[in-house]
């Protein structure tokens, strides 16, 4: 994060943002505070209301109910060119009659900033994305890559309170696109930017974001970091949704003490203290227990388990090398499905197709969470 005082305001604040189109609910009560200077990316799969959310922020969309606030003012029915919003689209949208140095000038003839101070304010606004002495070329004259520079370049060159930005990688290839993330994320530093970030990247969320808000069907979920979310989800969804998942279900048993089980006749699996007291589920509660597949690994039937660790048998039916490390697919006795990824250093075991072996991880590796759709 790019360093706000502790004690400031957030800079931006939506408070029960609602969108309904007839009877859809497009955005669903939506709370969300942004720090100044943060680089906040809303996540979610197509149709889960990150676009609408942002389309709102912005001004181009009117909320049905809600509020949202901009540096503590409410600019909830304030127009789009009121608010000091600047905003980078995936489609660029650079005017194609103007050259580069023109559209970057755009937004701040717009607002009346002297004619005396414009171009330098454009030319430092080219260098910051690489591309000073590329301002009389127009748009068909360069790349894509080279036009969404242009157009960050033009929503940061007025200094907006908020950047908004509309997967604005999408439309390229992938080396491009992970050389504009951090191209990205050196600008909005050296800007000391506040970022809303919109994709359904989930990589480049984790690469970019200071905290993330994984959006389902117009709510968010969960946000926090992203470390936050893949070790310690709140929701199957979300647990689903961030990284490479296994969640083994069943029902939840309490011990009697600080631990529990998730039962599926005929294993029982170990759930740890801490797990149990985040979940805060009842006993008999469908549920899952969530592993990530680097944190699984297969042993020999004749191999003995220490203490506080799961086991369950299963048969290798997947096995693939994957350079610095080898992915298994394990089909359980009871028909669920495992992935275990074990890291290679030149003394490990090797399992083949058709192998039976145990999958075994430690109690504590596990996050135990209730099971809707038990």
């Not at 489609?91 to 937004?107: G, K």
């Amino acid at each position: 994060m790019n360093g706000a005082a502790a004690d400031e305001g957030p800079i931006l604040a939506l408070s029960d943002l609602r969108k309904v189109y007839g009877s859809v609910v497009a955005c669903d009560d939506v709370d969300l505070e942004v720090r100044r200077g943060e680089f906040v990316t809303l996540l979610g799969p197509s149709g889960s209301g990150k676009t609408t959310t942002l389309r709102m922020i912005a001004g181009f969309t009117t909320p049905s109910s809600g509020s949202i606030a901009i540096d503590g003012r409410d600019v909830t029915r304030v127009p789009p060119h009121r608010r000091n919003v600047g905003m980078v689209f995936q489609s660029y949208a650079l005017f194609p009659h103007m050259t580069a140095a023109q559209n970057v000038a755009f937004p701040l003839q717009l607002r009346g900033v002297p004619k005396s101070s414009i171009r330098d304010r454009v030319d430092e606004a080219l260098r910051l994305v690489k591309l000073g002495g590329f301002g009389d070329r127009y748009p068909r004259e360069l790349s894509g890559g080279q036009q969404q520079r242009i157009a960050l370049a033009r929503a940061v060159v007025f200094d907006p309170l908020l950047l908004l930005m509309d997967e604005p990688l999408g439309a390229l290839d992938r080396k491009l696109r992970e050389a504009l993330q951090l191209e990205i994320m050196r600008v909005s530093r050296e800007r000391g930017a506040t970022v809303l970030y919109v994709t359904h990247d989930q990589e480049e969320a984790l690469v970019m974001s200071d905290r993330i808000a994984i959006f389902n069907q117009g709510r968010i979920e969960q946000i926090g970091s992203g470390e936050d979310l893949y070790d310690r989800p709140a929701t199957l969804f979300v647990a689903e949704f961030i990284g490479e998942s296994n969640i083994i279900r069943g029902r939840f048993e309490r011990d009697g003490g600080a631990a529990g089980y998730v039962v599926n006749e005929p294993w029982r699996c170990l759930v740890g203290p801490g797990s149990v007291q985040r979940a805060a589920i009842d006993g008999g509660t469908a549920a899952g227990l969530v592993v990530r597949p680097e944190r699984m690994r297969i042993l020999a039937l004749t191999d003995d388990a220490p203490s506080g660790v799961s086991v369950l048998d299963g048969t290798v039916d997947e096995a693939l090398y994957l350079g610095s490390d080898r992915k298994y697919g394990l089909q359980l006795a009871d028909g669920q499905h495992v992935t275990v990824r074990e890291q290679r250093d030149g003394n490990e075991r090797v399992w083949e197709r058709g192998d039976t072996v145990r999958v075994a991880w430690s109690a504590d590796d596990a996050v135990l969470l209730p099971d809707p759709a038990g």
